[in-house]
């Protein structure tokens, strides 16, 4: 990994083109394998992609179901043939076997990514989603996801932001049960917003997310009192995010 990915900035052309699978890929319910249906994937980009994939797989010891069930998803999703589904399976298992990545692995990717930036994008993208298959991603397993996304040639705020977009909207089911946010991104999180939205937008989806356990309005349902008390619990983690995100924002 090179020691400033994380902290580059993208071009012009490559943050719209990624603000863009951003929202595609909310659209799809967080689903990489939906997002590759609707935007497709070229298929000299196939190799690299299942290369890593197992790659990722094998972080920790060993391949999960989850992962060979994800890799399947998406040989459906581009419609490969038997012969082409048998090429990804033989990349799939070169990329378990891999202590660390090639040199010129993914060089197509790396080469073009910046005039046409979505082919490496899209590959991020279901790069990070099989990193987090298990939820929020082990360190080893995400430091994999990392090398093969700098591979690419991307910056390593991408697979941030991505992992950020997943935090927001699909790990946490459960606000009253997590603790005060005490950064910026916990108080995004529990808002289901990610730091690349605007003050706006986030305010729009606080005053969602309070109307939804207002007394008020849980005063004309008949709820038990451990679901009031639930609901109390999760209007004061809110309310504590916003807190911290007004004040972040005020500076």
């Excluded at 900035?9 to 997002?35: I, T, V």
């Excluded at 399976?89 to 070169?94: E, Q, T, Y």
């Excluded at 909207?169 to 605007?198: H, M, N, Y």
């Amino acid at each position: 990994m090179t020691s400033d990915s994380r902290d580059s900035s993208l071009p012009a052309r490559m943050e719209a083109e990624f603000s863009e699978l951003l929202g595609e890929l909310a659209a799809c319910g967080h689903q990489a394998n939906e997002l590759l249906i609707r935007t497709q994937l070229p298929r000299w980009c196939r190799r690299s992609l299942f290369f890593f994939l197992g790659y990722i797989a094998k972080s920790q010891g060993r391949v999960t179901e989850k992962d060979v069930g994800f890799a399947e998803g998406l040989m459906k999703a581009l419609k490969l043939s038997p012969r082409q589904r048998r090429k990804a399976i033989g990349h799939f298992r070169k990329g378990k076997t891999a202590e660390r990545i090639p040199t010129l692995k993914a060089l197509g990717l790396k080469l073009t990514h910046r005039i046409w930036p979505s082919p490496a994008l899209r590959v991020a993208i279901c790069l990070c989603h099989a990193a987090q298959l298990q939820g929020r991603p082990e360190k080893s397993r995400r430091y994999r996801c990392e090398d093969a996304i700098d591979q690419i040639g991307l910056p390593i705020r991408v697979s941030d932001d991505i992992l950020e977009s997943y935090a927001c909207k699909v790990w946490i089911t459960e606000p009253e049960a997590q603790p005060r946010p005490s950064t910026f991104e916990q108080a995004c999180q529990l808002l289901g917003v990610t730091r690349r939205d605007s003050r706006e937008i986030i305010k729009r989806a606080y005053r969602k997310k309070v109307s939804e356990c207002h007394p008020d309005k849980l005063a004309q349902q008949d709820l038990s009192p451990a679901e009031l008390a639930k609901a109390k619990d999760r209007l004061l983690r809110y309310q504590q995010a916003w807190e911290l995100i007004s004040k972040r924002l005020s500076v």
